[in-house]
T-cell receptor, first 116, second 110 residues
């Protein structure tokens, strides 16, 4: 596709359920980012992939959060045993550059997770 | 104190007004992004700058590195400009980790 695609757009989970959020970046983009955006707040960095390598996962809130990008294209963010505080919009972005100081970032529409 | 502070938090304007949104940051940076987020979540990159000034259509972004301050201006504002505008900085020697402001909600009335 022409842009970054995320699915599902909306997910409602019961507390304790596992969820998986998918990001399909722009073809050929080397860098992929996941961000978490709480209501009324700016996005916060979760993790960064350069191709298939996860170079930084320092923003993941707990060990219930796991992200992968096994073939250097599609990425999945998995949240195990969801809690109410996990409710947020999860944004994926990609770039054709390894530095966000060099080139433009392209964002997906986000996946809105609501944990009941 | 957040590393990135935006002002105002909310801004309501009449169509055709000149708009200014401010972003101040407390750390040394290598680049600053201005982003636009419409209701529903999608974010669009407006500008990336590390010095000086950039212009695209009715949008102008400026940055003063010494004063640690950037502004986004919208000339001849239009209701379709209504959105959240977010400032994000690249700092701390990182070339990939952005720190975001909370955003400024702009509403332009016809």
């Amino acid at each position: 596709g022409a842009g970054v695609s995320q699915s599902p757009r909306y997910k409602v989970a019961k507390r304790g359920q596992d969820v998986a959020l998918r990001c399909d970046p722009i073809s050929g983009h080397v860098s992929l980012f996941w961000y978490q955006q709480a209501l009324g707040q700016g996005p916060e960095f979760l993790t960064y992939f350069q191709n298939e390598a996860q170079l930084d996962k320092s923003g993941l809130p707990s060990d219930r959060f796991f992200a992968e990008r096994p073939e250097g294209s599609v990425s999945t963010l998995k949240i195990q045993r969801t809690q109410q505080e996990d409710s947020a919009v999860y944004l994926c972005a990609s770039s054709g550059w390894t530095s966000v100081g060099t080139g433009e970032l392209f964002f997906g529409e986000g996946s809105r997770l609501t944990v009941l | 104190k957040n590393e990135v502070e935006q002002s105002p938090q909310n801004l309501t304007a009449q169509e055709e007004e000149f708009i200014t949104i401010n972003c101040s940051y407390s750390v040394g940076i290598s680049a600053l992004h201005w982003l636009q987020q419409h209701p529903g979540g999608g974010i669009v990159s407006l500008f990336m700058l590390s010095s000086g000034k950039k212009k695209h259509g009715r949008l102008i972004a400026t940055i003063n590195i010494q004063e640690k301050h950037s502004s986004l201006h919208i000339t001849a504002s239009h209701p379709r400009d209504s959105a959240v505008y977010i400032c994000a900085v690249l700092s701390g020697g990182s070339n990939y980790k952005l720190t975001f402001g909370k955003g400024t909600l702009l509403t332009v009335n016809p």
